[in-house]
Nanobody
Framework: QVQLVESGGGLVQAGGSLRVSCAGSGRAFKNYNVAWFRQAPEKEREFVARISWDGITGYANSVKGRFSISRDNAKNTVYLQMNSLKPEDTAVYFC????????????WGQGTQVTVSS
């Protein structure tokens, strides 16, 4: 089992950058696949980016080329670097983890708010 805590959200102007972090508990965190999701008001939660335990990444088309996901296993932390932010990126950002490789993210953080002003 793993516990996840997001941090780094905030308010930024359109075109700006922000990095959010997901800190995981436990020595086995390095073996987990981790993803970022987001949920805007009155919208469904959507996938943003993922990184496998061995560093393979994937992105939603809406953020490809602007966002970058990475991990530092020595710090048990996964990062989401967000550049060229747009107002439509405004949402609560959640990180999630799973260890079976089936995309069934069983462990979730509490979320961090990202607000992009126009």
């Amino acid at each position: 089992q793993v516990q996840l805590v997001e941090s780094g959200g905030g308010l930024v102007q359109a075109g700006g950058s922000l990095r959010v972090s997901c800190a995981g508990s436990g020595r086995a965190f390095k073996n987990y696949n981790v993803a970022w999701f987001r949920q805007a008001p009155e919208k469904e939660r959507e996938f943003v980016a993922r990184i496998s335990w061995d560093g393979i990444t994937g992105y939603a088309n809406s953020v490809k080329g602007r966002f970058s996901i990475s991990r530092d296993n020595a710090k048990n932390t996964v990062y989401l670097q967000m550049n060229s932010l747009k107002p439509e990126d405004t949402a609560v950002y959640f990180c999630a983890a799973e260890e079976l490789g089936n995309g069934d993210y069983r462990y979730w953080g509490q979320g961090t708010q990202v607000t992009v002003s126009s």
